[in-house]
Structures are given as structure tokens and as C-alpha cells.
T-cell receptor, first 114, second 116 residues
Framework: DAGVIQSPRHEVTEMGQEVTLRCKPI?????LFWYRQTMMRGLELLIY????????DSGMPEDRFSAKMPNASFSTLKIQPSEPRDSAVYFC????????????FGPGTRLTVT | AQSVTQLDSHVSVSEGTPVLLRCNYS??????LFWYVQHPNKGLQLLLK??????LVKGINGFEAEFKKSETSFHLTKPSAHMSDAAEYFC??????????????FGTGTRLKVLA
């Protein structure tokens, strides 16, 4: 298996633009997680899905952030409009059995908003 | 609320010497605990996990951790450090929320440096 795939790996955009990050989980994994990593706040869980349904989105920072999972093999995290403080590395992870079990992380998307 | 504290932000060891990365947690119930490693510009990789089975947990690459309930600790150890162990290590505790959901609580990370 190729593991969790994220695209793009790097994204540089200007403030106010829409940004879409993409994730393909490991086939057969029913859980998908979006995380954000910054120096100031460390790793934060933004949202997670089970069988394509959002279960807990309490970590989503504000309405500018939205996430979807239209099918079992694809998820997006969208920021509209983007702001410089959104600059971070965004990780997607998937899990076979749930949040109490091991998660497999993608390589991350490094987002820079200027 | 559950929390996790990694006591050292940076640890330096010489190659071939033991590694000790410290982690303390607080939890009002029986937690699941994990150690993940992150190499530069990479995603996180699971090293080992504790989920209420044996208290001494063996992981990949020669790492192990011992769950000590009385000390609320889950320290990560390795008998002999290798240059390839240089990375950032995260201790993670599962957090049960009153809403009935769970989430990971990540420690702030310990950056391990291995000296030749």
C-alpha cells in the first residue's frame, strides 16, 4: 500500500485566497483525521471522520475552515479566505479501527500564506 | 481533563548510549498511550502503544516503554542510540470527552539529538 497520500506537499498563497488540501487514506481505513502542526501550538486535531461522516469537528479553528469526505478514498480541507496565521503543516492520518488505535500519517502539506 | 507532559524539549545522547525520553500523563480513566516519531519533513510514525495489556511495551527499532500507573508515567527508552534515531518524539494520550468521543492529546515533543 502507498500509505496516506497528501497533495500538494507545499502550497504558497496570498492572504484572502482559497486553499484546498487533499488526502487519500489507506484503503480499507474507516477513520480519517486532519491535524495542524505549528511551532506555537504543536499538533492539533482539527476534525475526524468515520465512514465518511464527520464525528468531531470541535478542533476546527473557525468558519473559514471546512472539511469534506465525499467518499472513502478522498477528503479535502479547505480554507477560505486564507490568512497568514493559517501557515502551518497540515497532516492527514487514517486508522483502521478508530481514534484509540494507531494512526498512519501522511507526509503533510506545508502551507505558507503571505 | 486529560493531559500529557513531555519533561524535556531537547535530549542529546552519544551514539551507542541509552536513550530516555520522559512522559507523564493525567487521566481520569484507563488511558491508551502512544509514542510517535517524526523525522524531519516527514509525517508521524507509530513507535509503540499501550492499551491496557502488558505494562512493558516493545516497539519498532528497539524502543520500548513502560506504563507505570502509580507514577502516571510512560517513558520511552532504547538501550543504544543510533544516528538514525535523531528525530522528534511525541507522547500521546487518548482523551475521552464528555460528548462520548475520543481524541488524541499530543505532548509538545522531545527533539532527540544523537552525537557521533
Amino acid at each position: 500500500d502507498a500509505g496516506v497520500i497528501q497533495s500538494p506537499r507545499h502550497e504558497v498563497t496570498e492572504m484572502g485566497q482559497e486553499v484546498t488540501l487533499r488526502c487519500k487514506p489507506i484503503s480499507g481505513h474507516d477513520y480519517l483525521f486532519w491535524y495542524r502542526q505549528t511551532m506555537m501550538r504543536g499538533l492539533e486535531l482539527l476534525i475526524y471522520f468515520n465512514n465518511n461522516v464527520p464525528i468531531d469537528d470541535s478542533g476546527m479553528p473557525e468558519d473559514r475552515f471546512s472539511a469534506k469526505m465525499p467518499n472513502a478514498s478522498f477528503s479535502t480541507l479547505k480554507i477560505q479566505p486564507s490568512e497568514p496565521r493559517d501557515s502551518a503543516v497540515y497532516f492527514c492520518a487514517s486508522s483502521l479501527r478508530g481514534i484509540l488505535y494507531e494512526q498512519y500519517f501522511g507526509p503533510g502539506t506545508r502551507l505558507t500564506v503571505t | 481533563a486529560q493531559s500529557v507532559t513531555q519533561l524535556d524539549s531537547h535530549v542529546s545522547v552519544s551514539e551507542g548510549t541509552p536513550v530516555l525520553l520522559r512522559c507523564n500523563y493525567s487521566s481520569s480513566y484507563s488511558p491508551s498511550l502512544f509514542w510517535y516519531v517524526q523525522h524531519p519533513n516527514k509525517g508521524l510514525q507509530l513507535l509503540l502503544k499501550y492499551t491496557s495489556a502488558a505494562t512493558l511495551v516493545k516497539g519498532i527499532n528497539g524502543f520500548e516503554a513502560e506504563f507505570k500507573k502509580s507514577e502516571t508515567s510512560f517513558h520511552l527508552t532504547k538501550p543504544s542510540a543510533h544516528m538514525s534515531d535523531a528525530a522528534e518524539y511525541f507522547c500521546v494520550v487518548s482523551d475521552y470527552k464528555t460528548s462520548g468521543t475520543y481524541k488524541y492529546i499530543f505532548g509538545t515533543g522531545t527533539r532527540l539529538k544523537v552525537l557521533a
